[in-house]
């Protein structure tokens, strides 16, 4: 049964930076579209960076392109995900997923998600 455990959410300052990162155990990331996904209360989650996994081509919601950096360590079968120039926007609970298909994954019908990391940004 594969596992994502997410970690490196926290509270920081507008103009911030977070990493975070989602390993995984009985998934091989590198078999498999890895992204991340905000969550915020009343609001449905949404796609903020996907890795697919054939390919290595990264895609970004417009709200972080420029901002965030997805990539992932297959040696420690990790993803993470570089979030620099933080704004209050960015707070939400994120969440990580593994999905076999990238087309599954921005559908949100990813196999595996992980519990989240909440990210706070304060201005």
């Known amino acids: 049964q594969g596992q994502l455990v997410e970690s490196g959410g926290a509270s920081v300052q507008a103009g911030g930076s977070l990493r975070l990162s989602c390993k995984a155990s009985?998934?091989?990331?590198?078999?498999?579209?890895g992204g991340w996904f905000r969550q915020v209360p009343g609001k449905e989650r949404e796609a903020v960076a996907t890795?697919?996994?054939?390919?290595?081509?990264?895609h970004y919601a417009d709200s972080v392109k420029g901002r965030f950096t997805i990539s992932r360590d297959n040696d420690k079968n990790t993803i993470f995900l570089q979030m620099d120039g933080l704004r209050p926007e960015d707070t939400g609970m994120y969440y990580c997923?593994?999905?076999?298909?990238?087309?599954?994954?921005?559908?949100?019908?990813?196999?595996?998600w992980g519990q989240g990391t909440q990210v706070t940004v304060s201005s």
């Open positions: 997923a593994a999905a076999s298909a990238w087309v599954e994954l921005v559908r949100k019908r990813a196999q595996y």
């Open positions: 009985g998934v091989t990331f590198s078999r498999y579209s």
């Open positions: 890795l697919h996994s054939l390919t290595g081509t990264t």
